[in-house]
C-alpha cells in the first residue's frame, strides 16, 4: 500500500493521481506559472513493515520546452533568438535591425 501527498498549492496546480492504480500515473496540469516546483511525498506500507515509510522528489514542471529553455533548462536557446521566444524568425531580426550601426565603442569620455 502507498498513497501520495502533495505540498503544491491547489490554485496552482491540479494534481490528477489515483492512489490505487498499480502502476500510479501522475498528472500535473494546470499551471498558473511558466515553472513550478511540486516537492511529492510517497508513503509506503505493507502487512511485513506497517510503519509507513516515505521519501520525497523535487519536480520542477513547466508549461512547454520552450519555458523551460528559457529557465535554463533543457535545450538551448539559439543565440540568433533575441527575444526568447524559441524561434528565430523576423521579430528577431527586427531587433537587430533597431540595433542596427550602434556604436558603443566611442574613444571620447564617458558621462558620470
Ligand atoms: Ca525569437
Avoid: H
Wanted: charged residues 25%; proline residues 6%; hydrophobic residues 40%.
Amino acid at each position: 500500500m502507498y498513497w501520495v501527498r502533495d505540498v503544491a498549492d491547489p490554485n496552482l496546480i491540479t494534481i490528477d493521481f489515483d492512489e490505487t492504480a498499480e502502476d500510479p500515473i501522475v498528472t500535473i496540469t494546470n499551471i498558473s506559472r511558466s515553472k513550478a516546483t511540486v516537492t511529492m511525498t510517497i508513503f509506503a506500507y505493507d502487512e511485513a513493515n506497517p510503519q509507513p515509510v516515505e521519501a520525497s522528489v523535487i519536480i520542477e514542471v513547466y508549461n512547454d520546452a520552450c519555458d523551460m529553455a528559457v529557465n535554463g533548462e533543457g535545450a538551448t536557446i539559439s543565440k540568433t533568438d533575441l527575444n526568447a521566444d524559441c524561434i528565430t524568425d523576423i521579430r528577431d531580426l527586427a531587433e537587430m535591425a533597431a540595433e542596427w550601426l550602434v556604436d558603443i565603442s566611442s574613444p571620447g569620455p564617458l558621462p558620470k
